[in-house]
């Protein structure tokens, strides 16, 4: 298992929660400034002793790395074991834009073990995201699974 993003930049968490085997990506909104760079958004989530796996900027496409696939993620609202926590630093929903760095990620996460499928689907108001059942999960409203995923990249809805 590839327990580190060899794409990603480092800024290493300052602790984890624990040993984990990932089975579920949780997509989730960094509700940062999106002006914030993904090194910076990290280095505040180290500060609140909030680490996630990658810090993404599907605008940039600036991935940041802060705990290998193999150790448990602690974003506050989220800290699921068996997970890999991807913060989503940008506006949303992100899926709209050009998602750049988005194949590197996608490949990453197929590496770990994580099957390209959405259990529950898109995230809607009033439906909790969060399964146990391997896969992806989002906690951001207004995201296009299908995209993410890869499909319609050929035509010319790029990702990077």
């Given at each position: 298992?590839?327990?580190?993003?060899?794409?990603?930049?480092r800024?290493?968490?300052?602790?984890?929660?624990?040993?984990?085997?990932?089975?579920?990506?949780?997509?989730i909104?960094a509700?940062?400034?999106?002006s914030?760079s993904?090194?910076?958004?990290?280095?505040?989530?180290?500060?609140?002793?909030?680490?996630?796996?990658?810090?993404?900027?599907?605008?940039?496409?600036?991935?940041?790395?802060m705990?290998?696939?193999?150790?448990?993620?602690?974003?506050?609202?989220?800290?699921?074991?068996?997970?890999?926590?991807?913060?989503?630093?940008?506006d949303?929903?992100?899926?709209?834009?050009?998602?750049?760095?988005?194949?590197?990620?996608?490949?990453?996460?197929?590496?770990?073990?994580?099957?390209?499928?959405?259990?529950?689907?898109?995230?809607?108001?009033?439906?909790?995201?969060?399964?146990?059942?391997?896969?992806?999960?989002?906690?951001?409203?207004?995201?296009?699974?299908e995209?993410?995923?890869?499909?319609?990249?050929?035509?010319?809805?790029?990702?990077?």
């Amino acid at each position: 298992m590839p327990t580190w993003m060899p794409q990603a930049q480092r800024v290493h968490a300052y602790t984890d929660g624990g040993a984990q085997t990932p089975t579920r990506a949780f997509w989730i909104g960094a509700n940062l400034d999106s002006s914030y760079s993904a090194v910076l958004a990290a280095r505040l989530l180290n500060a609140s002793v909030s680490p996630v796996h990658l810090v993404w900027d599907p605008m940039e496409g600036d991935v940041v790395q802060m705990l290998p696939a193999g150790r448990v993620g602690l974003y506050s609202a989220h800290p699921r074991k068996g997970s890999i926590q991807i913060l989503v630093n940008g506006d949303a929903p992100f899926t709209a834009g050009p998602m750049r760095g988005l194949p590197d990620i996608m490949s990453w996460l197929r590496g770990v073990g994580i099957p390209d499928a959405f259990p529950l689907g898109p995230p809607v108001p009033d439906r909790p995201q969060g399964g146990r059942e391997p896969g992806h999960y989002a906690f951001i409203e207004g995201i296009d699974c299908e995209r993410i995923l890869g499909s319609g990249l050929a035509d010319g809805a790029r990702a990077d």
